[in-house]
C-alpha cells in the first residue's frame, strides 16, 4: 500500500471497539487490516492512554496495555468525547475533543503501514453510530490536523454504511427487500432497507422497526427473538437478512435460526458490516460509483439546489452553490464574486425534485461605498445541521486601490 492518493479507507469508530480496512483493487471489495500481523484480530479498543508529562500516547490495544502494566493515564469514553463541545483535562491541562480525535486517528491510520498517509490516502470514510454536529466539526478538525483536505475525509453513520455495504454485497439487493438485526447488549432491534422503484433516481432509506430484550436465560432469549423476528418479518419475502453486533449465537437460537432462513432468505452474520460499508461509500464518494441511480434518503440530506445568477467570463450563468442529495456535513462552499450594481446578495433555491423556485437575498448592511464592480467578497457557505445553513460574506477589497474595510455578515437561514 505505497501508493499515491490511491487508498481508499474505511474506519468504523465504535463506543468500545474500532476497526479499519482498505478497499482491494484487485479483489473488488474491502480488506480487514489486522491489529497483528498475522492474526484474525481485526477489532481494537476505542481507547487513548497519555505517558504522564510527557507527549506520548498510545491507542486501542497499546492503550490497554500502558494503561495497566506501564501507569499511562487511560482515556476511556472517547465517541462521547470526540462528540462533545467541551474541554477534557488530561493529565492536568485542558484538551480539546479535536485534540484528542487527532491522536486516535493517528493510531487507527498507522495500522495501515502508510508512510504518509494525508498523500497516500485518497479516501477516508469514518463510520460512526450517530453523527453530531460537534462531532462533525471535531473529525473535520481533526483531520486537518492530520493534513487531509475535505476533499479526503468523509463522514456517514451507522445506517448509511449498512446502506452502502448490502448494495454492493449482493447485487440482487437492489431490487428486493432486506432485514436487519441489530444486537446490542441485551437487546435486539429490527430494521430495513426501504426501495421505491418507482422513483428517479431510485431512492432508499432505513426503516427501524421494534427492539426486544434478550434476558440471560437460553431459552427466554430464544423465544423473544423468535417473536421479534414473526413480528418484523412476517411473511414478506427478504432476499437477506443481515444479523450484527454481539450476542447473537446459534447455540441458544435454536428456534430462531430456523425461523431466519424460511422462505430462502439468504442469512449474514459479522461484525465488519459497517466499516466495509464505510469503505464502499468512500469509494462510491471519489470514484466513479456503482449506485449513480440510486439516492439514499439520509435524515441529514440536504433538500434543496441553492445557486446564484451571475456572470462568468461576460455570459449570464446560473452558478450552482448548493447540490441537494447531500449530507449536510459535506456541503462546504468557498467562492470569490465582484458586485455589480447590488447592495445585495440574491440566492434561488429550487426543491430536490425541481420544483418551486423561490428567490432569498442577504442583506449587505454598512457596504463600503465604492464605485461600481469594485467590492469584492468571499463567500463562505457550510450547514450547522440539515435546517440550518450558515452563509459567511467578507469584504476583500479591490487591490491597493480599495482596500478591504474588514467588514464580515454572517446570516443563518432554513430554505
Known amino acids: 500500500m505505497n501508493e499515491t492518493r490511491n487508498i481508499i479507507v474505511g474506519l468504523e469508530i465504535g463506543k468500545n471497539q474500532s476497526q479499519i480496512c482498505y ?20 477489532l481494537f479498543p476505542t481507547r487513548l492512554s497519555k505517558k504522564p508529562g510527557e ?44 485534540e484528542l480525535l487527532e491522536n486516535y486517528l493517528k493510531g487507527c491510520i498507522s495500522l495501515l503501514g502508510t508512510a504518509e498517509p494525508a498523500r497516500q490516502i485518497k479516501a477516508l470514510m469514518i463510520t460512526v453510530p450517530r453523527l453530531s454536529a460537534a462531532l462533525v466539526k471535531n473529525l473535520y478538525q481533526a483531520g486537518e490536523n492530520l493534513g487531509f483536505t475535505r476533499n479526503q475525509i468523509f463522514l456517514q453513520d451507522y445506517d448509511e454504511s449498512f446502506y452502502y455495504y ?14 436487519w438485526f441489530l444486537f446490542e447488549e441485551n437487546q435486539v432491534s429490527f430494521a430495513r432497507l426501504v426501495m421505491d422503484n418507482q422513483k428517479r433516481p431510485i431512492t432508499a432509506f432505513i426503516e427501524h422497526g421494534i427492539t426486544a430484550e434478550l434476558p440471560q436465560d437460553a431459552i427466554e432469549k430464544d423465544d423473544n427473538f423468535y417473536r421479534l423476528i414473526e413480528r418484523s418479518c412476517g411473511t414478506d419475502t427478504y432476499s437477506s437478512i443481515y444479523i450484527v453486533g454481539d450476542g447473537f449465537d446459534q447455540e441458544w437460537a435454536v428456534r430462531s435460526t430456523p425461523l431466519l ?5 439468504h442469512v449474514y452474520y459479522g461484525n465488519n458490516l459497517y466499516v466495509k460499508g464505510a469503505c464502499y461509500g468512500a469509494r462510491e464518494k471519489c470514484e466513479d460509483g456503482t449506485l449513480k441511480g440510486y439516492l439514499y434518503l439520509s435524515p441529514s440530506l440536504v433538500k434543496h439546489n441553492v445557486s446564484m445568477e451571475m456572470l462568468v467570463n461576460g455570459s449570464p450563468k446560473t452558478y450552482a ?88 455578515w454572517t446570516e443563518k437561514v432554513s430554505w
Open 166 to 179: 448490502v448494495m454492493n454485497h449482493r447485487k440482487d439487493n437492489w431490487n428486493r427487500k432486506i432485514g
Open 23 to 42: 478497499y482491494d483493487r484487485r479483489e473488488k471489495e474491502p480488506i480487514s487490516v489486522s491489529v497483528k500481523a498475522g492474526s484474525n484480530q481485526y
Open 261 to 265: 432462513c424460511r422462505n430462502q432468505r
Open 55 to 98: 507527549e506520548v500516547w498510545h491507542y486501542g490495544m497499546e492503550a490497554d496495555y500502558f494503561s495497566r502494566q506501564e501507569g499511562e493515564i487511560s482515556i476511556t469514553g472517547l465517541l462521547g468525547i470526540f462528540g462533545s463541545a467541551e474541554e477534557v483535562i488530561v493529565d492536568g491541562e485542558k484538551r480539546k475533543p479535536s
Open 321 to 408: 452553490l448548493i447540490e441537494a442529495g447531500k449530507n449536510w456535513y459535506e456541503i462546504h462552499t468557498e467562492l470569490e464574486l465582484i458586485l455589480d450594481g447590488k447592495e445585495d446578495l440574491e440566492f434561488l433555491v429550487t426543491s430536490m425534485e425541481g420544483t418551486g423556485k423561490t428567490r432569498c437575498s442577504m442583506k449587505l448592511e454598512g457596504l463600503p461605498k465604492r464605485p461600481n464592480k469594485t467590492t469584492r467578497l468571499g463567500i463562505r457557505i457550510v450547514y450547522e445541521s440539515q435546517e440550518l445553513c450558515v452563509i459567511t460574506a467578507e469584504d476583500l477589497g479591490f487591490g491597493d486601490l480599495f482596500p478591504s474595510e474588514g467588514k464580515v
